[in-house]
């Protein structure tokens, strides 16, 4: 008798949430994780086991050791995160048993073990700009001390082979071509707008509803320019008055526009105080629904936001004064090339 399938997706982001959505659908049996910093707007709406925080005081790093009080915080910060480990290893273990298993979303988070363990894994892309960064082969190590590591929930590899080089993983969902020697054959491209064109009425709706969006929700009429923001000033890319600057010259050169701020998903700044002459749209669903459902803004800008590429049917800006950033300036210029490229 063929055992019965199910999904485990584990996901950190509403963008590779929706990306899952549309390539298999939503399956109430399926076993939905979300991180801590999966918005709980969507959440709410999926039937899923959520993630205990694991990041310490410092974010996800360790507090200093050079303290009792820091070596006291990586102590608690430690336990909190084998009882989260443990009790989910537990629980996927009652909800598994005899099912034929396969594993979806993010294998560079904590948590993810099940994506090194199963042989059937995929990774569903959470934002292109993960593959400009270097993807680390398959570590190699002692396979008994690997094991024991593994059941212990302490497993030595480098995030960037969560990306898609290890031996487990099977398909890398992207929404572009990738050519990358420890990725070869696992990449599948898929298309956005090919995908939620194959669905019915019916099934569209059920995952605008997930994401709290009828077809109605916003009207982008006339002339308008939607901003897409980072959070760079949060992950420490660029300070909070650069990034604030920018954002202010790009309003001001569009000044004669009706301006939309459609703020990233962990982007926590208040742009209704900030910038209170612009209508700021809800943050917690992935920006390429509104296209998907014939929202078009007349222009639609950003720093390095691959998002922008979702809007054919508007012109698209990308910031072209000074960026303070290395890497920023980077991103901007493969964006720029991508864009001249679909041109």
């Not at 990774?123 to 400009?132: A, H, M």
């Amino acid at each position: 008798m063929a055992k019965e399938k199910i999904n485990i997706c584990l996901f950190i982001t509403v963008y590779s949430f929706f990306l899952y959505l549309l390539i298999n659908g939503y399956n109430e049996k399926d076993i939905f994780i979300f991180t801590d910093l999966f918005p709980k707007e969507v959440s709410k709406n999926v039937k899923h086991i959520q993630l205990p925080p694991i990041s310490f005081k410092d974010g996800a790093k360790m507090a200093p050791l050079n303290s009792v009080e820091g070596i006291f915080e990586n102590v608690i910060g430690y336990m909190r995160y084998f009882y989260g480990y443990l009790k989910l290893r537990i629980l996927l273990f009652i909800k598994t048993l005899n099912k034929d298993v396969e594993v979806y979303g993010h294998a560079h988070t904590p948590f993810s073990f099940m994506f090194y363990e199963n042989d059937n894994s995929n990774i569903i892309e959470d934002g292109l700009s993960n593959y400009t960064i270097k993807i680390s082969e398959t570590h190699k190590i002692n396979p008994l001390l690997d094991t024991i590591l593994h059941i212990c929930g302490i497993y030595f590899l480098s995030n960037t082979e969560g990306f898609g080089s290890h031996k487990n993983i099977k398909n890398v969902y992207l929404t572009k071509e990738f050519d990358h020697p420890l990725l070869k054959n696992k990449v599948k491209v898929i298309d956005i707008e090919e995908l939620w064109a194959n669905l019915s009425i019916n099934e569209q709706d059920k995952i605008l509803s997930i994401f709290n969006i009828n077809r109605n929700s916003y009207n982008l009429k006339g002339k308008t320019l939607l901003l897409l923001t980072q959070p760079f000033s949060q992950e420490g890319h660029l300070t909070l008055n650069q990034e604030l600057t920018i954002y202010s010259e790009i309003i001001e050169k569009f000044d004669d526009y009706e301006i939309f701020i459609k703020p990233h998903p962990r982007d926590d700044k208040n742009y209704e105080e900030i910038f209170p002459k612009v209508t700021v749209i809800e943050k917690t669903f992935p920006i390429e629904i509104l296209s998907l459902i014939g929202i078009n803004p007349t222009v639609v800008g950003s720093i390095i936001s691959n998002s922008l590429l979702n809007f054919k049917e508007s012109e698209i800006y990308v910031y072209d004064g000074e960026l303070h950033n290395e890497r920023l300036n980077n991103l901007r210029e493969d964006l720029i090339k991508i864009i001249n490229d679909e041109e």
